[in-house]
């Protein structure tokens, strides 16, 4: 188990190390850069002033080397478009993401999993196509349409705050307001991210369940009198979760770093968003630090799916292919 | 009753519930419609606005982006404030002014008894510091440019506490609306940074609010990163209305961070903001319908928008040089076709659905004192075009649908613009579809905004199609756009001389009316101005947008002005009733 886990532990580090590189790389290669962007109109000299504060003046690989010496450091370097430490940016807006991520995923778990084992366990009736209908539409809506769909009803019926992750009035709360505040703001955001989400796991699980229900160990153990319900719960159930916990560790990855889609449509101050100004204003060191905590997140939720994998399918500890 | 039977009445059950619960929030918003705001002015309440981007630092002088100037609105104080509704100079921290006969000398006398917010009296020494650090060369601040004349900086003194003397090196048209650049910065905040070398780095986002002294009608309360901005009003702010009353009239300003246009709209439906920072687009005005139609919010006229969408061509010589089309390109008759080609009318209903004037320079009917309606004119028509481009050479010599010229050179070009913006994605549309009409193809290329101004610098580029925003309505504050060695003379930058004899001609005109006095002259030369202009085309205008700004019925005291921000550059007159939703 020690192996394993350096081995993952090193597979994360060069899996960040190579992004992270590689965003940087990518994002001063593409045409245009910060000092230009923020500067037009205005007298050539501070353009230049500019360019070369920043570094950009000089050539990549002496910018790059720096910048990974500072890495070494655990230095992120300098927002351009925030003036703020990259790594103190991260920071704030990473706890933001990973609120909505916790939200996103259990709304996701709590929805997709039970109605996927509903759906895979029922041969015939409405109920199953009902399901299935819904699902294919949640898994084909784009987040994109999804969130401003949310958006818009939340607008219609005013039952939610549309956007923001806590209002104005938030200055002056106590802790137990400011949960409650925040708690107002999350079901648009974190629908926008849970629906597609549990629509795929329904997908998953009812396919993965309804494979494993067909397994002569089901059959055993209602043979050994287990009534159905019991039988699918303690011994399909179990089986069917490999493919769904594979989903798993893609998902948190994908979540904890941040849907810029959502969060831009619902103004949640998140990592995507943060990634998407980065980009959208060529700030070299800001997306890197973006693009290094998502391959963070990416790595974590791989290997978060493995262990629950390992402790959920005896075969797997015992290393047998399934 | 079965499983399945259960299961589907809870499903019409959930229906029925959601229905009636539709129809409530319904009923709610129909009960909204009856609310009566009136204008009278009343102290109290929260402006919630919203904001696109966050500024990078709270110090105007270094940085001259959108946010940090809204920053400098709502927290600083002027000397003096050209006012944008009117144009008219007003008094700010100065009360009164004399000019010497010559108008080389200004003296400025500041009001008595203003505090800094901290309650640290202000004086005239925070002028001249505020001058001193504009033209730090270490600072390299963003408004050293704009604070000279004629490369020059003024020479700013202070005999006493409350006279300020401010001494052109020559004498310069527009006079002391060049101090409506400037906010005064404290000297007791930032005299020790500016002293230590490092000014650019003071007042940056993260300097608690304690520690930001302001002269402004708001003081910065707090700032959540990515979320907002909460200004409360600074009870030491100096002016006061014709009643009285001291101002502002709102308690709090809160600016939320609303990075997509999309959600600022349904936020604004929703009476989560009172107003937004960018004129609503035409196609958002029928989505608004219902709000307006309940009263609970209106759409107020800006004016004609001083920044329209233009068309350009590169004119460095050098770009062309081993380019067959050189000999037509880069004459000015083949722009004039392209004019005569576009029908503005329909390019007004195409793209501003019909909220916008033809307009041929880029003095736009917005900008009242400046603007000439006796410019040369292209009306639309196809005819005069393909005549303008047969006696340029260019005919169709096979059998496509296009142009050639006779080294058998398609009239064909390529244009780049902002990817995204739908006014720029449907006139590009419309000039093309225009031009097809007389046999000239355009290639249109969507580019990020800042690969499009890097390549425009570097040159690197046949035609652009943008717009940009100038930096004051005066043409001679605008040097860097009119002067042929300017930074924003976007057609040629930077030139060491002239190019063209039109260019040196309309660099002496600018010059001459930037160094005089009397306005009546001064408008005569630049009438001259648009007029060498509109007859060499450097830039193609075709449709000014009529701007239309939406705001919640709550809000009142509003001035439009067709400069940024439109609204908010008079909050302190801005008066707000009720609540708004949270």
């Known amino acids: ?322 | 009753m079965n499983r399945q039977s259960r299961a589907l009445l809870s499903l019409l059950l959930i229906g029925v519930i959601v229905a009636v619960g539709w129809r409530s929030c319904a009923d709610q918003e129909e009960s909204a419609g009856e609310i009566v705001v009136s204008d009278v002015s009343t102290r109290g309440g929260t402006l919630t606005t919203s904001l696109r981007s966050e500024p990078r630092t709270f110090n105007r002088l270094v940085d001259a982006n959108f946010p940090v100037d809204l920053f400098s609105i709502l927290t600083g104080a002027k000397l003096i404030r050209v006012n944008r509704a009117t144009r008219a100079i007003e008094a700010g921290l100065a009360e009164r002014w004399t000019a010497s006969p010559d108008n080389l000398t200004h003296t400025l006398t500041l009001r008595d008894g203003v505090q800094w917010s901290d309650g640290a009296p202000f004086s005239a020494a925070d002028v001249v510091f505020t001058f001193q650090a504009a033209y730090d060369l270490k600072s390299q601040t963003v408004l050293a440019s704009a604070l000279r004349v004629n490369g020059q900086p003024l020479k700013v003194t202070a005999p006493d506490a409350r006279t300020v003397v401010v001494t052109f090196p020559a004498t310069f048209g527009p006079g002391i609306a060049i101090l409506d650049h400037l906010p005064i910065l404290p000297k007791h905040k930032l005299q020790a940074a500016l002293d230590a070398g490092t000014f650019r780095q003071a007042m940056g986002v993260t300097t608690p609010p304690s520690e930001l002294a302001v002269l402004g009608p708001f003081m910065l309360r707090s700032y959540l990163p990515g979320q907002r901005f909460v200004f409360d009003r600074n009870p030491r702010y100096w002016k006061k209305d014709a009643a009285g009353i001291q101002l502002p009239y709102a308690d709090q300003v809160v600016l939320e961070i609303v990075p997509d246009q999309n959600a600022e709209l349904v936020r604004l439906q929703a009476g989560q903001i009172d107003l937004q920072q960018q004129q609503i687009r035409p196609e958002d005005i029928a989505t608004l319908k219902p709000a307006i139609d309940q009263g609970r919010v209106r759409l107020v006229e800006i004016g004609v928008a001083d920044n329209p969408d233009l068309l350009f061509f590169n004119l460095r010589t050098p770009y062309w040089q081993k380019d067959p089309r050189r000999e037509w390109i880069l004459t000015k008759e083949f722009r004039k076709a392209i004019s005569h080609a576009v029908d503005r009318e329909a390019y007004a209903n195409t793209v501003y659905l019909g909220a916008g004037v033809p307009i041929w320079g880029p003095i736009t009917p917005g900008n009242k004192e400046w603007f000439s309606p006796n410019v040369q004119r292209y009306g639309h028509s196809l005819d005069r075009a393909r005549e303008i481009l047969g006696q340029l050479g260019l005919t169709n010599r096979d059998a496509d649908e296009w142009l050639e010229d006779k080294n058998n050179a398609e009239a064909r070009f390529t244009v780049l613009t902002y990817r995204g913006n739908s006014s720029l994605d449907r006139g590009s549309a419309v000039l093309r579809d225009a031009l097809k009409a007389v046999g000239v193809a355009v290639d249109v290329v969507p580019l990020e905004q800042g690969t499009v101004i890097q390549r425009m610098f570097k040159g690197d580029f046949e035609a652009i199609m943008f717009f940009f925003s100038p930096t004051s309505l005066d043409p001679s504050m605008n040097p860097d756009f009119w002067l042929s060695s300017g930074s924003a003379h976007i057609w040629n930058i930077g030139q060491e001389k002239p190019a063209t004899a039109w260019e040196k001609e309309i660099d002496d005109l600018i010059l001459q009316m930037t160094a005089q006095a009397d306005p009546a002259e001064r408008k005569r030369l630049f009438d001259q101005v648009q007029g060498i202009f509109a007859d060499n085309l450097p830039a193609i205008y075709f449709v000014a947008p009529r701007l239309q700004m939406a705001v919640s019925n709550r809000v009142g005291g509003l001035e439009p002005a067709i400069s940024r921000p439109q609204l908010l550059w008079n909050v302190e007159k801005i008066t707000v009733q009720g609540q708004a939703a949270r």
Request: a positive charge.
């Open chain 1, 1 to 322: 188990m020690g192996r394993y886990l350096i081995r993952r532990l090193g597979f994360a580090l060069l899996l960040i190390f190579v992004v992270s590189s590689a965003s940087l790389l990518l994002t001063r290669l593409a045409p245009g850069d910060f000092a230009t962007d923020q500067t037009f109109g205005v007298d050539p000299a501070v353009r230049e002033r500019l360019r070369a504060e920043l570094g950009l003046d000089r050539p990549f690989a002496s910018q790059y080397l720096s910048w990974l010496g500072g890495v070494v450091r655990l230095d992120f370097g300098q927002s351009w478009l925030y003036s703020r430490p990259v790594s103190t940016l991260i920071g704030e807006r990473a706890i933001n993401t990973a609120m909505l991520a916790t939200a996103a995923l259990l709304l996701a778990t709590l929805i997709g999993v039970p109605l996927g084992v509903y759906s895979g366990t029922r041969r015939r009736g409405p109920g199953r196509w009902l399901v299935r209908a819904i699902s294919v539409i949640g898994i084909s809506v784009p987040p994109l349409i999804g969130s401003l769909l949310l958006v818009f009803v939340a607008a219609r019926t005013g039952w939610f705050p549309v956007g923001g992750m806590t209002s104005s009035a938030g200055l002056d709360q106590t802790w137990a307001q400011w949960l409650a505040d925040l708690a107002r703001h999350l079901p648009v955001p974190a629908l926008a991210l849970g629906i597609p989400l549990a629509a795929s796991l329904e997908r998953l699980q009812s396919q993965a369940i309804e494979s494993a229900s067909r397994e002569p160990f089901v059959a055993a153990s209602r043979a050994r009198g287990l009534e159905r319900a019991q039988a699918l719960w303690r011994h399909a159930w179990p089986v069917s979760l490999r493919p769904v916990l594979g989903l798993y560790g893609v998902m948190i990855g994908t979540l904890f770093s941040g849907s810029f889609v959502v969060e831009v449509v619902t103004s949640w101050p998140g990592l995507g968003r943060l990634m998407f100004d980065a980009l959208k204003a060529r700030d070299l060191f800001l997306v890197a630090g973006c693009a290094a905590t998502g391959a963070l997140f990416l790595a974590i939720g791989t290997l978060i799916a493995d262990l629950l994998l390992a402790w959920s399918d005896p075969r797997v500890r015992a290393g047998e292919s399934a």
